[in-house]
């Protein structure tokens, strides 16, 4: 029987599991820190097993590899290559949705030497978005054309109809993710022309897209979109952008977090004893004879009427309560107060929005391509965002194991021999891409017939 081994039990993880007990009839080891959390997601099934375990342990990491036919990680990224290196001392092959780093990308090597694959980014954003990019791509590149710009969009928000807070925002994947990916840096490209966006710069570098039959959404860039020139074959002289999609009002949310020192996540502190205005008076050296809200506004140079002052004393941050963290950091004093108003209800319906615009040249004519996805949650079921991510990654491995995945070494999905039997099959869940194609007059660079 094929043995599979999950690690980590987080917001996403259900569905791969699901999926690897339920439609492969595999055996499936789960770990986590807790293991009553891996426990509740092998739910006494045969073939499911649950195990507590740290990264630290490295005996038991050992363990789990040698006994395993593949390595589905999702734990945190920075840990993704201490598994990886396991994976080749034991010759075992590993699927990830994270990106891959450049400490992963250095195994590349290693890897082929022992035969086997690191999948990388085959979960939503990357994953999905890139393999859809990267179908359409192919297609024009087979119809004699050209790729002129590529615009590639994917988002995680609640549905529309269970939009109900100021932030516009609730939690479907890992909080600490998204305050780690809010302190990253980005790019993108401009008819060739790199734009880079430094990470303390990210929430300024915002604008407005409408997306056809969707709706109007914030954007701002998602990390490096340049690294994918060459993963999507494409020529020096494009356009590239891979950007986020929020409801409008986000960027400006996050970017007055940051300036009050809330994405901090190195100074450990100890909270006993102190408040959420406390710590708030704190960074900002408030004075006592004045409210503590208005101060906020004149540190931030707002309007004490401002979205961003109300948003912030609806989050709960001007409380003259405990703070629900003992010992922590700023950030974790921030994803306490998020996850405890950001949730969906039982009742709610988070979705998943792919969107990519791709401009291609034809001889004498121009052709705006349209992708769209837009999938919602189960009430009550997996969120949309969970089978987003690890459906993915569980049909790759899937096929690694029953070997209709030849490539080895450190790979993304790009290669047409890993997107097509992977979106193929994600079609039976639902993922159908709406495409629409508009001809347009305009000039184009002299194209063979």
């Not at 780690?180 to 990210?202: F, M, N």
């Not at 897209?209 to 709706?215: A, M, P, S, T």
Request: neutral net charge; glycine residues 8%; charged residues 25%.
């Amino acid at each position: 029987m094929t043995k599979i081994a999950v690690l980590g039990a987080g917001y996403v993880t259900k569905p791969a599991i699901d999926y690897f007990l339920d439609t492969c009839g595999y055996k499936v080891l789960v770990t986590s820190l807790k293991k009553s959390e891996a426990e509740s997601l092998v739910a006494g099934r045969p073939g499911g097993v649950a195990l507590g375990w740290s990264v630290d342990q490295v005996d038991v990491l050992e363990s789990i590899v040698l006994e395993a036919d593949l390595v589905l990680s999702m734990i945190p990224p920075h840990l993704h290559v201490e598994v990886a290196k396991a994976c080749i001392r034991h010759g075992k092959n590993m699927v990830t949705t994270s990106y891959a780093s450049p400490e992963m990308e250095a195994l590349d090597k290693q890897c082929r030497e022992r035969d086997i694959i690191l999948l990388n980014e085959i979960g939503e954003d990357p994953g999905l978005d890139n393999m859809n990019t990267m179908q359409m791509i192919d297609q024009v590149k087979a119809e004699k054309g050209r790729v002129a710009s590529v615009t590639s969009y994917g988002a995680g928000l609640p549905s529309f109809a269970c939009n109900n807070n100021p932030f516009g925002y609730k939690f479907s994947w890992s909080p600490l993710g998204l305050i780690s990916a809010a302190q990253s840096p980005a790019a993108y490209l401009k008819g060739g022309v790199r734009i880079e966006v430094y990470a303390r710069d990210l929430f300024d570098h915002h604008w407005l897209v409408d997306l056809d039959g969707i709706g109007t959404f914030e954007t701002y860039p998602n990390r490096d979109a340049g690294k994918y020139l060459d993963c999507f074959g494409l020529e020096p002289d494009v356009s590239l952008y891979r950007g986020l999609l929020r409801f409008p009002g986000w960027c400006n949310t996050m970017k007055y977090l940051a300036e009050l020192d809330l994405f901090n996540t190195s100074c450990i502190k100890d909270f006993s004893g102190m408040t959420y205005a406390g710590l708030i008076a704190g960074v900002i050296k408030a004075d006592k004879r004045s409210q503590l809200k208005d101060q906020v506004a004149d540190y931030l140079k707002l309007s004490r009427n401002s979205d961003f002052i109300k948003r912030f004393h609806w989050l709960g941050m001007l409380r003259k309560e405990p703070i629900g963290v003992k010992k922590g950091t700023h950030a974790d004093v921030l994803v306490e107060r998020m996850t405890g108003k950001l949730y969906y209800t039982p009742s709610e319906r988070d979705m998943v929005i792919i969107y990519t615009e791709l401009l291609a040249e034809f001889p004498g004519f121009q052709e705006k391509r349209v992708s769209s996805l837009l999938l919602e949650g189960d009430p009550g079921g997996d969120s949309a965002m969970s089978r987003s991510v690890s459906l993915p990654a569980a049909i790759a491995a899937k096929l690694i194991v029953e070997n209709k995945i030849a490539l080895k070494g450190v790979q993304r999905p790009t290669s047409k021999a890993i997107y097509r039997p992977v979106l193929d099959e994600m079609k039976r869940f639902g993922y159908l891409f709406a495409v629409n194609n508009y001809r347009q007059k305009g000039p184009t660079r002299q194209l063979q017939a």
